[in-house]
């Protein structure tokens, strides 16, 4: 193709995507004008009040200072389960991986479709005899009861397999030439797949922060909960929040993942660009 | 496969070592609940000692319309998320494509944007769109076409239809990114080969692009099917745990969710019970459909 043609199709796809981008957009630019607007301009047509007419910060102070939830130990929650959960995740899947690509043992079938199988069942559906058995396992409302049964993930095996597959084998002999012991071998190998633990973490991080109903049956006081939790509370009509405090709150729940997301994008896409065609 | 030659004498063990942690929670956190969900579902309702009912709970569900609902919602919801993201997904990646590099990330984040907001963050900015007179859809769309302003969340007729809009705007994003993903790692030397034989732009995106998306394409819809059937929280903060006017908005985990608030473990254990066969063809049609293309 052309230069020029090139440009064109450019501009064209642009003007294409622009209706897109919009619907996904403007809802997000409106959370984040929600949190100057008043009651009364946060209930008007939103054609005729896009734009609070003052922009005060009150209602971010009154979410920070703690008024309607206990912000600080909420969000701190909610960091240290997800961290925890994603660290985790990729450990226990990355050496389930290595096993399952390089090893042959016999049941290693059976395995592999049992680890499948994981992803198939949503965690949800088995959360209320999940719940009971955290409880006699002495975890109930403890940040652990949350965060220890998101440590399994089937999807994570089944990616990890599947990026210990690719590493060119000469590597490993080579470590193993030289008379590394196995869990040696596995070490030396982390830096080289290194993109694809963050990517793997960065899922499983964004996912444990968005997990609602086990810390809704597990976490019960209020300082322990994570942030679903609380938003789910300053959303509920009887406690009257102030609509800009809710919005601040929803702002807040967004900007660890998006940048989190932004820092690793580029890692992301090309460690997902090697693993998904082959 | 090379991974075979390397094994080293005395190192059978050496696999599950490496497997143990996993199997240890694997064991402890899924496989324990799994078997305390199938044993609740066959004693009676409550939890502690709950006598022995047998398959009652089952045969209770094979009369009751509104599990019956409930599942019929539940698959149409999710294939209509699947159909209607799939192809878009794969047009917006194109699109996307067809841009400038340095506009592209900027792009992706935008649209990836919903994917990285908690549900129920989600589902308040959605309230937004659907809220009554004052929503932007029947603001921009509806009422200036002289129609009488849909109730998105009240009609029966609209309730599936919104919480599938929700789903979409949810995931496309997110499918967009990992199809541009897979594009960019098609090699070149195939559209190259391709150019060769047609100049059709048509023929090269069905015969090159979307063969080498299989995998891609595979784990997208064996993604959508799996959160079709959890979705919770969204449904759960826009119709507040209801299934909406005469259940049309009645999913199964909502429906789960209902049986536990009224500490009918029993009932609620056997309709997720239920499901496990069903989401097992899905994983097996996934398998086979993999092994034909390998």
Redesign the interface.
Known sequence: MSAQGKTVSGALSLLLLGPFLMAVFVPFLWMVLGIFKTNAEFFQPLTSAFFPAHYEWQNVVELLEGKWVPFWDVFGNSLAVSLGQAFGAVTLSAMAGYAFARFTFSGKRLLFVLAVALVLVPRQLFAVPLFSWVNELGLSDSLLGVMLPGVVTGLGVIYFTQVFRQVPVEYLQAARVCGAAELRVFLTLLPLVWPALLSYGMIHFILAWHEHLIPMLVLTSETKQTLPLALAKLYDVSQRTPQGVQMAASTFAVIPTAVLFAVCHRKFKSSLSDMLVH | M???D???PG??W??????L???F??L???V???V??V??SLHANG?GRAEFVGLEHYQALAKDERYITALRNSFTYTLASIVVIVPLALW?AH??R???RR?R?V???????????????LA???L??FHG????LN??FVMPLGLEPVSWLKDPDFILSGLVLQTV?RW??FMT??I???M???PRVYYEAARLVTGSRWQHFWHVTLP??R??LL?VA?YL???G??L??GA??LLGGSGGTADAGLLT?TY??QK?RFFE?GT??AI?VS??PL??L??WAA?FLRRRTA
């Open positions: 090379a991974a075979a390397q094994r080293t190192a059978r050496m696999p599950f070592l490496f497997l942690p996993f199997l929670f694997l402890i956190f899924w324990i609940p799994l305390g969900g044993k609740m939890l917006l699109l996307l067809a841009t400038t506009l990330p792009m992706t984040f935008a649209l990836l944007l919903p994917a990285l907001t908690p549900p129920s963050v308040v900015l959605f937004m769109l007179k004052n929503g932007l603001q921009l705007w496309t994003g990114f990992f541009l993903a897979g960019e790692g098609i080498q998306l995998p891609v784990f064996v099917v799996v959160d059937f959890s919770f929280s759960f903060v985990v789960v969710f536990t473990y609620a254990s997720s499901l496990l989401l097992m899905a994983l398998l």
